[in-house]
């Protein structure tokens, strides 16, 4: 999706003008892809733009930093700052968000340790992910003959920058066969997740979503819904998943940050159908909440003028 400018950009702890916030082109991520990053999003409320979980969000980019030796020169609460300053000077009432912990120029070969690490923040406005119409009806899916790393390989716990060339082919592959998003199964042949969402079936009434076991990053929303399962009083587990339990699900959704919350309606040209009751319901109460409509979900929403 198009990028839209804004007018700041935080670096390094300053807020600069969005053209002037460049780096080297000997920058070391961009030569080895080691670096970091989050997809966050502001929502606009009656209290101005929220942030969607916030602090977990830059809690997670401290743990991708942890697992891959990139030490960030910042703490977790001047980052929190630091994203509600950047989406505060740029006025807008809802964006998406970026933060970058890459490693900077000055140091070249496959060693980082030495590399100083830079840290940025972009925001801007973005509309759905999938779509509209993938909001509302349902995304096209299929099952990526590309696979999720092994843990052994890359590890995906961590939101690492060079990961997502992973994701890429196997969007790529999905886009020119004609479906909207693409499947990832793990090494040992388990749906692990998609290019860039976490993903749900419904089965008999309950909510399973494969575990971090089968190369599932951990998801911030991910988390969400089971939050909103359980207070719907739906059951939601964790467990291994076969291709053939997506194609004969009840229902099965999509979630992620920038994806939010998306029905599945079909799978390697099985039909799912329309979105599901409970797909339907836990995808109500998401957007309800994040735009500041459900109280009891208060404490996901980080204002930025608080």
């Not at 309606?265 to 099985?270: I, P």
Request: charged letters at 20%.
């Amino acid at each position: 999706m198009p990028i839209e400018k804004a007018d700041k950009i935080w670096m390094n702890g300053e807020l600069v003008d969005w053209d002037d916030a460049t780096i080297h082109v000997l920058t070391h991520t961009l030569h080895y892809g080691n670096g970091v990053f989050e997809g966050i999003r502001a929502y606009e409320t009656d209290s101005g733009p929220a942030v969607f979980r916030l602090r977990p969000h830059i809690e997670r980019f401290f743990r991708s930093a942890k697992i891959l030796f990139i030490d960030i020169p910042w703490t977790v609460d001047q980052l929190v700052q630091a994203v509600k300053d950047t989406v505060r000077v740029n006025d807008l009432p809802s964006c998406y968000i970026r933060p970058l912990a890459y490693l900077g120029y000055g140091e070249m070969g496959l060693n980082p340790i030495p590399c100083d690490v830079d840290v940025s923040i972009a925001t801007w406005p973005w509309g759905s992910y999938l779509g509209d119409e993938g909001i509302r009806n349902g995304v096209r899916m299929m099952i990526s003959s590309w696979q999720r790393h092994d843990a052994n390989a890359m590890p995906p716990a961590a939101k690492g920058c060079g990961h997502y060339i992973n994701s890429q082919m196997a969007k790529v592959q999905a886009i020119k066969a004609g479906y909207d998003e693409a499947i990832l199964l793990s090494p040992q042949g388990n749906v692990s997740e998609c290019t860039g969402e976490n993903l749900f079936v419904v089965s008999g009434g309950t909510i399973i979503t494969p575990p971090t076991s089968a190369g599932a990053l951990k998801g911030i929303t991910q988390d969400a819904v089971h939050r909103i399962a359980d207070d719907l009083g739906i059951p939601y587990v964790q467990g291994n998943l076969l291709r053939s339990d997506l194609y004969t699900a009840d229902e099965a959704f999509l979630s992620g940050t920038a994806a939010e919350v998306v029905p599945i309606r079909s799978v390697d040209e099985r039909d799912i159908g329309d979105p599901g009751p409970i797909t339907r319901a836990v995808q109500d109460v998401f957007f309800e909440a994040v735009r500041g409509k459900r109280p009891e979900y208060a404490e996901w929403n980080e204002h930025v003028d608080a």
